[in-house]
């Protein structure tokens, strides 16, 4: 178990944009250290021990082409990029070295929520 593991765990809810490393990975998975929305509510965070979550990136190209991204340019955030909501995940984030980095405003995260939606419904 690693020092951040053993540490107090860190508080998420649905909305908090969080950076933390998502290594290990396999294929096109975004990878690294990076910053992420978190899409599941506290509760269930708490709970399950694992937080759903859905990478930021500055790339993308051929995801905001096909409609799978929310920008985040223009919103106020520090943040910046596009939440890729095809590559949504869930992770222990008490064993990957979070921290806290600022709060999405509650359109973005309906729209990534709509969009995720989408992208599991059937046609």
């Keep these: ?25 396999a294929g096109r998975e975004q990878r690294g250290r990076r910053r992420v929305l978190v899409l599941s509510p506290r509760e269930f965070n708490r709970v399950a021990g694992v937080v759903f979550i859905a990478p930021i990136s500055q790339g993308a190209d051929y995801a ?15 943040s910046q990029g596009v939440v890729l909501c095809h590559q949504t995940t869930s992770k222990d984030v008490s064993a990957r ?27």
Excluded: C, H, W
């Excluded at 951040?4 to 933390?20: C, F, M, N, T, Y």
């Excluded at 070295?97 to 046609?123: H, S, T």
């Design 1 to 25: 178990m690693t020092a951040a593991a053993s540490a107090r765990p860190i508080q998420v809810d649905r909305g908090d944009i969080i950076e933390l490393t998502l290594d290990p990975t």
């Design 64 to 78: 905001r082409d096909m409609g799978f991204t929310v920008p985040l340019s223009g919103t106020g955030l520090d």
């Design 97 to 123: 070295e979070p921290r806290k980095i600022e709060r999405a405003p509650d359109y973005i995260v309906n729209d990534v929520l709509a969009r995720v939606r989408a992208v599991l419904e059937e046609n």
